[in-house]
């Protein structure tokens, strides 16, 4: 071994003001569709939205209640072939939406036991289960091809499932606390609840920040609601839809492992990658799977470090503003890179991108992505939480800086020789980086 592309669809946009603010929360409400496709509309009970999908083990299938066995991560040694390399990169997406699929079922369980006799270390408990699950999927992120991603990244076979785990950067805490206050989940079920106001970020909120106010405007419905709650009472229904929450997000996460799982018990879509099934031929298969890798440059390195290092225009959106696991969520985006470019075992073990550049007669190349990746992994690691560097507004955007810059020589040879005209693999660029020029 050589030593959504992130245009993701809001479902809420934001800065309108006022009462108009309140009127298309409320239409956009009623009228959301599911970004999965083959869905049905309609409610469910036990706090799951439905699906129609293919997999023999959708998003309705009974979700266990303790752990699964993922066993180690897959990264046998193997000649090179772009069978091989489809082959483990499936392995790989498949090992990781088991592990999560783990993190998310222990994180229910924390949230049930926290529900039903709520105190200071249950809380604690739940937090850190959390903390846990939303490390593991940050590495799921990387694997953004078949059910994870968005129509708009893998326009083949995405099914649009991340945005119900993790919508950032389109969460909104309004739409968190509307269904806290007036219970729609309860009433419609949660398939009729925005992904901006479940998944990771409606737990992250629900145990992470203690403030009694609302986000949303006073006279509004929800604003109303809200503060004819009883301390208590709103107690309750915090924990009461964190339940509800959590069992989705087990669900979802169900519905991810089945759809790589072969078959009977799931879909197999690995099989799918392997035929090329849906996506016409081998190197445009291979195509989708390599844009996962553009994470590192459209997500990582210019939502989430753009605008505190001023190098970017765009707003700046906090991944997880109460937690605060910006930077812990970064490390794992580039482990999680590493284990889809050079292999999924320990080290980079296994099959990878690399090995294709090694056989194209590209060893260098290869060598110079790895050693930028470890250059911007090192920093990251270096690196210290973002609330304390924010802390020193004097120094913060050139600290921001000095990480964008060291993540920039990684994703530059991404942009300019692993994909595009100059790509030795024939790699396309993903759409999103069309104009895309810093």
């Not at 004819?228 to 009472?233: E, N, T």
């Not at 482990?335 to 590209?362: I, P």
């Amino acid at each position: 071994m050589a030593v959504e592309r992130s245009s993701k669809t809001p479902f809420f946009i934001a800065g309108i003001a006022g009462a108009a603010l309140a009127a298309v929360s409320a239409v956009v409400a009623c009228s959301t569709e599911d970004p999965r496709a083959g869905t049905r509309s309609g409610t469910s009970s036990g706090g799951t939205s439905s699906s129609g999908g293919s997999s023999s083990g959708g998003i309705d299938a009974t979700a266990p209640e303790g752990p699964i066995e993922c066993g180690p991560a897959p990264g046998a040694a193997a000649p090179f072939t772009k069978q091989a390399l489809l082959s483990a990169a499936s392995e790989c997406a498949a090992w990781h939406a088991c592990t999560f699929q783990n993190a998310a079922t222990a994180l229910r369980t924390s949230i049930r036991d926290h529900a039903a006799a709520p105190d200071d270390a249950k809380l604690t408990a739940a937090r850190t289960a959390w903390a846990t699950a939303m490390n593991e999927w940050s590495k799921m992120e990387l694997f953004q091809f078949g059910p994870v991603a968005s129509k708009a990244i893998d326009s083949y076979q995405g099914r649009g499932l991340r945005s119900f785990v993790h919508s950032w950067p389109d969460h909104n805490r309004c739409q968190v606390e509307t269904q806290v206050a007036t219970k729609g989940w309860e009433k419609e079920g949660m398939g009729s609840v925005l992904p901006s106001a479940r998944g990771l970020f409606a737990l992250e909120y629900l145990f992470h920040y203690s403030g009694p106010d609302t986000a949303c405007l006073p006279a509004s419905a929800t604003g109303q609601a809200w503060s004819a709650l009883a301390p208590a009472d709103l107690a309750k229904a915090k924990n009461d839809y964190a339940v509800a929450v959590a069992d989705n997000v087990v669900a979802v996460a169900l519905e991810i492992r089945n759809v790589w799982q072969p078959k009977p018990e799931g879909e197999d879509f690995k099989a799918k990658l392997l035929a090329f099934d849906g996506y016409g031929n081998e190197q445009e298969t291979l195509n989708v799977v390599a844009w996962s890798l553009f994470y590192a440059e459209d997500d990582v390195k210019d939502q989430k470090l753009g605008g505190l290092a001023g190098a970017q225009a765009r707003a700046y959106v906090p991944e997880t503003p109460f937690a605060g696991r910006e930077i812990e969520n970064i490390r794992s985006n580039l482990r999680a890179f590493r284990s889809l470019y050079q292999g999924c075992g320990a080290d980079g073990a296994g099959v990878g991108f690399d090995d294709w550049l090694v056989a194209a007669g590209q060893e260098q190349l290869s060598n110079e992505i790895l050693a930028a990746l470890a250059q911007a992994q090192a920093a990251a690691d270096a690196f210290p939480p973002f609330a304390q560097v924010q802390a020193q507004p004097d120094t913060s955007t050139a600290k921001f800086l000095e990480l964008y810059n060291a993540l920039k020589p990684l994703t530059d040879l991404l942009k300019t020789r692993f994909f595009g005209s100059a790509s030795p693999l024939n790699l396309k660029l993903p759409a999103s980086a069309a104009s895309d020029t810093d």
